[in-house]
């Protein structure tokens, strides 16, 4: 059973974890060519992939409980994991969010009925004050998220 949980906790870190981390630099893409709905849309897919990180941390809590290794909360590499995985995840959810979704709704307004909606106007500079705060933050987080992977496998 072991094996099991330490399997979903691998899966969840790659196919949850991952998306939490990529999704905020494909929406500054997005910002960069205008389409507000799109940036909305990775907010709301965002915001999904944070909160279902938190199975891979209870995974990891039952990898840990499982493990013939006696590892416990002790362990500089598990409490640091922790700590880490704590602000990636206030980040994602306080931070990146709420700038992606306020950005994406001020492209969305820019838009006039006469252009495709997915785009601003070619008169009206798109708004992109959220850019810098969502590409500095998801930096962060994906460092954040690098670092834990190292510990993980390190285990210093």
């Not at 060519?33 to 992939?49: D, H, I, N, Y």
């Not at 990891?60 to 590499?77: C, D, H, K, L, P």
């Not at 006039?112 to 998801?138: E, F, L, M, N, Q």
Request: aromatic share 8%; net charge positive.
């Amino acid at each position: 059973m072991s094996t099991v949980i330490a399997v979903l906790h691998v899966v969840g870190a790659v196919f949850i974890v991952g998306p939490m981390a990529i999704l905020p630099m494909t929406a500054m893409r997005s910002i960069r060519a205008g389409e507000g709905p799109q940036v909305v849309a990775l907010s709301k897919s965002t915001r999904l992939f944070s909160l279902l990180s938190l199975l891979v941390i209870v995974f990891g809590f039952g990898a840990m409980g499982m493990s013939e290794f006696n590892i416990s909360f002790g362990a500089t590499w598990i409490w640091l994991s922790i700590l880490l995985y704590v602000v990636a995840l206030g980040l994602a959810l306080f931070l990146i969010v709420p700038v992606m979704q306020r950005t994406g709704e001020a492209l969305r307004a820019t838009a006039t009925p006469d252009t495709h909606p997915d785009t601003a106007s070619p008169g009206v500079a798109a708004p992109r004050s959220g850019y810098g705060a969502i590409a500095v933050s998801s930096g962060i987080t994906t460092l954040c998220l690098l670092v834990i992977v190292i510990l993980m496998v390190w285990k210093p």
